[in-house]
């Protein structure tokens, strides 16, 4: 099916752990994004990524990791992953006007 | 970015046409006003955007003051499937610029 989707939908993880969030878009479209929502801050975005091997950081991408070696897939990883990261990731594509979000993944760091 | 102001909540009645403002009295020349919506448990949609003249989609209408300080998103019909947050952003169409940058939003509650 056409569209960005991601992976896991749910996430529950332990402090401490590497944990990597999956986004895939099947449009080819130049530019990705990152964000994170919380209650009290809204979308915030993390880091995005202009084309296949140039990324750079949003507002909050500290404990945040990202590649993007094919123009398709964006993956965010956290390294260590602390109780403050508890939240709902979306990403997101967008070629021209436009932007498309996945429907996002719930994630819990115990 | 430049800022907008929007407020926190609205109501409407199922089936009347609803006018969700947005102020934007620092926005210059080159952003593009955009709205997105998010629907509880969902990721945000777009909507509509516009650079200086109204515009018109399947889904809304979007007005722009003459001197662009402010718009106005319109439903024509509001239904129950339209309750959502409602965001109003601006983009510049300026190199670098390849961001949304989100704010609080509208929460649109629709009465049956």
């Known amino acids: 099916d056409a569209g960005i989707t991601q992976s896991p939908r749910y996430k529950i993880t332990e402090t401490g752990r590497q944990v990597t969030l999956m986004c895939h878009q099947t449009?080819?479209?130049?530019?990705m994004f990152w964000y994170r929502q919380d209650l009290g801050h809204g979308l915030r975005l993390i880091y995005y990524?202009?084309?296949?091997?140039?990324?750079d950081k949003g507002e909050v991408p500290d404990g945040y990791v990202v590649s993007r070696s094919k123009t398709e897939n964006f993956p965010l990883t956290l390294e260590s992953a602390t109780r403050s990261q508890t939240s709902v990731y979306f990403c997101?594509?967008?070629?021209?006007?436009?932007?498309?979000f996945g429907q996002g993944t719930r994630l819990t760091v115990v | 970015d430049a800022k907008t102001t929007q407020p926190n909540s609205m109501e409407s009645n199922e089936e009347e046409p609803v006018h969700l403002p947005c102020n934007h009295s620092?926005?210059?020349?080159?952003?593009?006003i955009h709205w997105y919506r998010q629907l509880p448990s969902q990721g945000p949609e777009y909507v509509i955007h516009?650079?200086?003249s109204n515009v018109n989609n399947r889904m809304a209408s979007l007005a722009i003051a003459e001197d662009r300080k402010s718009s106005t998103l319109i439903l024509h019909r509001a239904t129950l499937r339209d309750a959502a947050v409602y965001y109003c952003?601006?983009?510049?169409?300026?190199?670098?610029?390849?961001?949304?940058?989100f704010g609080k939003g509208t929460k649109l509650s629709v009465i049956p």
């Open positions: 952003i601006l983009r510049s169409s300026g190199a670098g610029s390849y961001q949304l940058t």
């Open positions: 997101a594509s967008r070629q021209g006007q436009e932007a498309f």
């Open positions: 449009w080819s479209h130049s530019y």
């Open positions: 516009g650079l200086t």
């Open positions: 990524s202009a084309a296949a091997d140039i990324t």
């Open positions: 620092t926005i210059s020349g080159t952003d593009y």
